[in-house]
């Protein structure tokens, strides 16, 4: 979608347990920031997530600091920044995966088309199959390829009729671009596919149960270049039909897939501006300081 200065550096650092905050190897520190502050837009007029003063903490420790963002309706947003910024546990927000997590508590108001998603009466399973997630390394359950992409529905019962879970499957490998890959063996085990395969596997179990928003945890971290090809071709078909929300250490990938980029730092949303602005003028000098290779 966007291409960035060839001197910007290509990042692929991969923390997996991004509540951990360790202090990041950065010329710049919070003295930077104000707090609660984000500059370049924020906000959107046809936002599908609307996110207020969102706090986000591990025991006492205040891993997000006041993040407000609107995520719009169809868009593909990339989050970005150092290691253990926060970028990973924001994005567990969005459908409630940091609750699984004891010492873990959320503040602020989060909305979902105008209704709190941390909201008591929330049915956590309905959110989560209206919020999709697709994680860092591939997680196929130990079953069939069929099987994999047909458990969602079977659990939320849209389809009552076994030529219904056909047509849903077939649909979903369609739009993962797998089916004429596997159309011949669906009946074998999801486990032993390639690597890429098993995440566009994940993308399709994902998008079996029509969700509308599909949040995307460094999906090709573990891949090889081609399989990474193959994924961000599909986020740019998906994207028609879903919002896309995607954490990534690679700022070449956030540049060609993503339509608005944030830039974290520390727990702080420091910008968000259209992806071409971000790395090619942004407005904040931390996010400067961070794009062309200065720290992180």
């Not at 699984?100 to 989560?128: A, F, H, M, N």
């Not at 009946?187 to 596919?193: F, I, N, P, R, V």
Request: proline letters at 5%; a negative charge.
């Amino acid at each position: 979608m966007n291409s960035i200065p060839a001197n910007v550096a290509e990042k692929t650092l991969h923390d997996e347990n991004e509540q951990q905050i360790p202090v990041a190897e950065s010329p710049h520190s919070d003295a930077d920031i104000v707090e609660g502050k984000t500059v370049g837009t924020p906000f959107a007029d046809n936002a599908k997530f609307k996110l207020r003063d969102v706090e986000v903490f591990y025991g006492e420790t205040r891993a997000i600091k006041n993040v407000s963002l609107d995520i719009a309706s169809n868009e593909v947003i990339a989050f970005i920044g150092p290691s253990g910024c926060g970028k990973s546990t924001f994005l567990r927000c969005l459908n409630r995966m940091n609750d699984s997590i004891d010492i873990c508590r959320v503040k602020g108001t989060l909305e979902l088309d105008g209704q709190d998603i941390y909201d008591p009466r929330q049915d956590v399973v309905e959110l989560r199959a209206r919020v999709g997630m697709v994680f860092q390394k591939p997680n196929p359950f130990p079953k069939s390829i069929y099987d994999n992409v047909a458990y969602g529905p079977r659990i939320h019962g849209l389809a009552n009729r076994k030529s219904d879970l056909d047509d849903i499957v077939e649909s979903s490998l369609r739009k993962a671009g797998l089916w004429d890959e596997v159309k011949d063996r669906l009946d074998s085990t999801a486990t032993g596919m390639s690597g890429g395969q098993q995440q566009r596997l994940c993308i399709a179990r994902a998008i079996a149960v029509s969700p509308e928003v599909v949040l995307m945890d460094e999906p090709c971290s573990a891949l090889d270049p081609i399989a990474t090809a193959k994924v961000e071709e599909l986020i740019a078909e998906l994207s028609e039909s879903y919002t896309i929300v995607i954490v990534t250490h690679s700022m070449q990938q956030a540049a060609r897939v993503s339509h608005r980029t944030a830039y974290f730092h520390l727990g702080h949303l420091v910008e968000v501006n259209d992806t071409n602005t971000v790395f090619t003028s942004p407005e904040h000098q931390m996010t400067e300081s961070y794009i062309t290779g200065r720290f992180g």
